[in-house]
């Protein structure tokens, strides 16, 4: 099995296990093959954490779970120095903690505090942690995919903007249609009565790393005209001086998206690019991937955050002002 089909094979698995949530999955898909970290946000009960242990059950990886709370700590995290005797002497030994592996659920991120959402900073952007002067590399497969509930916001804990940075895309989930609410009815009578007689079978065999690998290399390979680029920075750049493009643009915009954002909006559509099977990006893909890669990286002013605008809101109009090349 090659890239293509692995990965295929992996979207068709994860697909069958959450029903409705197509999108879902790509966006997933692509921060694994793009070598990001996502932020999925939703209200309860709409699969969050169900995706991400279905991306790793498909995966030959290992997922780890770490459930924040306000009374976590860094090295809860990270691990920590222990002292044991070894030849009648003491001596310290790094035990690793739960950042060590593959596939990182950090569910309900916002409900720890700021030194325990820093200590993911190191892991996210270097991916290597330092613990008592030393330094520990992480896995070469490390994906991080957190979690955060929109409207339950006692006892919680803003990401601050560096972090929100770090972050590859934020995905928003909405609810299923009914059709497929019916099939999820279906899906969790039939893991009732155990996965021999139920209608979600085990995959028939986890997708390798090296796949993952071998595909990244190949979506590297992506063409990227000059053209495209600079479609990619004309977005950007209608975020920092939406004063250029609309004043009621630069109404809602008080600061626009970093450097990484950028960087981040051309990577994605080359993997957006590479999943359509074609060898080039194309503006329909970097316009596909606008709205995941921006949402988290623009502050809106004082005055659109009262009148109810969102940020999707902002990149449609932005998606409108700037224009597609040909």
Known sequence: MNAREAITALQAHMEASIIGQRDLVRQMVVGLLANGHLLLESLPGLAKTRAVKSLAKNLDAQMRRIQFTPDLLPSDITGTEVLHQQDGQNIFQFQPGPIFGNVILADEINRAPAKVQAALLEAMEERQITVAGTTHVMPELFIVMATQNPI???????????????????????????????????????????????????????????????????????????????????????????????????????????????????????????????????????????????????????????????????????????????
Do not use: C
């Open 152 to 326: 339950e916001q006692e006892g919680t804990y803003p990401l601050p903007e560096a972090q929100l940075d770090r972050f590859l895309m934020k995905v928003l989930i909405d609810y299923p249609d009914n059709a497929s609410e019916i099939g999820v009815l279906a899906l969790v009578r039939g893991e009732e009565v155990g996965p021999a007689r139920g209608s979600a079978q085990a995959p028939a065999g986890r997708i390798e790393p090296a796949r993952v690998f071998e595909a990244r290399t190949e979506i590297h390979g992506v063409h990227v005209a000059p053209a495209i680029e600079q479609y990619v920075m004309a977005l950007i750049d209608a975020t920092r001086h939406p004063d250029r493009y609309d004043k009621t643009l630069a109404s809602w915009i008080q600061i626009g998206a970093s450097p990484r954002g950028g960087i981040a909006l051309e990577r994605t559509s080359r993997v957006n690019a590479w999943l359509e099977g074609r060898p080039h990006v194309v503006p329909g893909d970097v316009r596909a991937m606008a709205h995941s890669v921006l949402r988290h990286r623009i502050i809106l002013t004082y005055d659109a955050s009262a009148e109810g605008i969102h940020a999707d809101r902002v990149i449609d109009r932005i998606l409108e002002l700037v224009a597609v090349p040909a």
